[in-house]
């Protein structure tokens, strides 16, 4: 089992307010930070994130969302990252999201949902990957 996961605080979480609160319930929980940065993604860049929801009906607004703002991306390290992260963040529908998660808290419908965990290991490692060189984790 992997200790790694990878986050995104997404453009509707950041142009809230809410990445302070959310950082500190992140840490709070047991994660440690091993990488972090702010950056806006390109369409282009976000339509490579998302590649596996290409074929959705979805793709498009969500391509221009998670390229609509700022966003900060982390690595986060804890044991058991990958299930403890989104058990902290909760459902993908914050309306269906458990009462004390980050996306309850924060998040508003399901394309704007504030933030993103990785869902396994194998895939940790690629997003960690697409936004940290080996140089910038620590
Ligand atoms: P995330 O966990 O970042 O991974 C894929 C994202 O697609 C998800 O969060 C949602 O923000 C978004 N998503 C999933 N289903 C839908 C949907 N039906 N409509 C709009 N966006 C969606």
Redesign the pocket.
Known sequence: MSNRTLT?I?PDAMKKGHAGAILDKIIKAGFRIVAIKQLKLTTEKAGEF?DV?RA???FG??VE?MSSGVIIAAILEKENAVPDFRKLIGA?DPAKAEEGTIRKLFASS????A???S?SDENAKIEGDFFFSALEKF
């Open positions: 995104m997404k998302y929801h959705r009906p979805f607004e969500l969302f993908t399901l394309g704007e949902n933030i993103h965990g869902d």
